[in-house]
């Protein structure tokens, strides 16, 4: 299965902006859809937004949308989640994924070569 990376979080106050990467050095890689969830502190990991694989669909969780854009470069084998507006509730482990199951892209169970995750921490 394709190997995926993530990078880019860090500590940043609220109203604030991040732009998560997620890189894959595999040639297969243009031909996953690439979901980002996210996990806080005693929560369970939830969806956040979702790529196909040409890149022509998006999708988002209700939390996110308007504030948060998905995107993709298959010439560089990257995904980028850009998050603006961020709030104190965006504070979470961040992980990219790619879909290897069929089935519905809000549910983490279709996707499997999890990345090893990027902490995204908000400020009040």
């Known amino acids: 299965q394709v190997q995926l990376v993530e990078s880019g979080g860090g500590l940043v106050q609220a109203g604030g902006s991040l732009r998560l990467s997620c890189a894959s050095s595999?040639?297969?890689?243009?031909?996953?859809?690439i979901g980002w969830f996210r996990q806080a502190p005693g929560k369970e990991r939830e969806f956040v937004a979702a790529i196909r694989r040409s890149g022509e669909n998006t999708y988002y969780a209700d939390s996110v949308k308007g504030r948060f854009t998905i995107s993709r470069d298959n010439t560089k084998n990257t995904v980028y989640l850009q998050m603006n507006s961020l709030k104190p509730e965006d504070t979470a482990v961040y992980y990219c994924?790619?879909?290897?199951?069929?089935?519905?892209?809000?549910?983490?169970?279709?996707?499997?070569?999890w990345g090893q995750g990027t902490q995204v921490t908000v400020s009040s």
């Open positions: 595999d040639r297969t890689f243009s031909s996953y859809n």
């Open positions: 994924a790619a879909q290897v199951l069929g089935g519905n892209y809000r549910d983490s169970g279709v996707f499997g070569s």
